[in-house]
């Protein structure tokens, strides 16, 4: 218990040492962006690679990860479009880009790399595959499409392609799955000089979400910021139910799924949400809330798993 609680407080410490840096202008503007590139290309990178190098073998269940984690991001996307068909153009923009999809690579990974053995960390990865489709292009299609109106825009999937294989860790990710399905693993000498780089991707994750986490205080946006955080993580513990007594998984995979639905907002939602035209000051604003909250649920889930 006293270990998951001091690395709560650890990765919170530094997310809250990131906004301080920002907010005092300490470092500049395009702070978070450095960070977030640097993580995605390298500290991310490497700490895959070593993951992956300790996976003993591939379970049958991780080969479904992607499916599943395309599965439920967009699952979630259109069972929010169900009971929004009477709402505004805004809401169902809102709604439909916080509610599904997660942050997994920058928020996600670094509790599970900790508490959880490489299989842990490799599912995780594999889960992204899928959540990754939906984040970087194929939900917004969806939304735009759903919502209507002057910005609505016609899927094309080569464009969905060209997006999603410009994602080095997404490009990695798949790599190496095809590499285990062979039986084929990461040298052990790459992994031993990924390693210190991959320690450094947990530091790196939360610091560049503390420089880039932002609050757009308005009035009139906390009843809807309430209402789009209760509604996702109800979700979230509903889908949970569902995943924990229902999916045919190991123990391990289905509490790295549930962590996974307990993530915050993915990142790119604000940007998403201003490409369809929608209120994306809101939209950024849920998200950067929800890193706060992510981090009491999943530190609760932790200690409810008996993470030590």
Known sequence: MGSVLLRAFSFALIICIGAFLRNKKIVGPDAGHTAQVLMLNVTLPAAVITNFASLDRMELSMMVLPLLGASL???????????????????????????????????????????????GAVSLCLYDVGNTVFCLGGGHAAICAYAGGKTQEKFQLKKLLKTLFSSFPLDLYLALFVLSLLGIRPPMVLADFAEPIADANAFMAMMMLGLTFHVEAKLEYFKKIFCMLLTRYFVAAVVSLGVWFLLPMDVITREVVIIILFGPVNTVAGAYAAMADGDSGLVSCVTSLSILCSMFTLTGLLLLFGAV
């Open 73 to 119: 991001s967009f699952g979630i996307m259109l069972l929010m479009m169900a009971f929004l068909r009477n709402a505004s153009r805004d809401d169902k923009i809102s709604y439909c880009n916080v509610v599904p999809g997660t942050n997994i690579g920058n928020f996600c990974l670094p509790f599970v790399q900790y508490f959880f053995p490489a299989a």
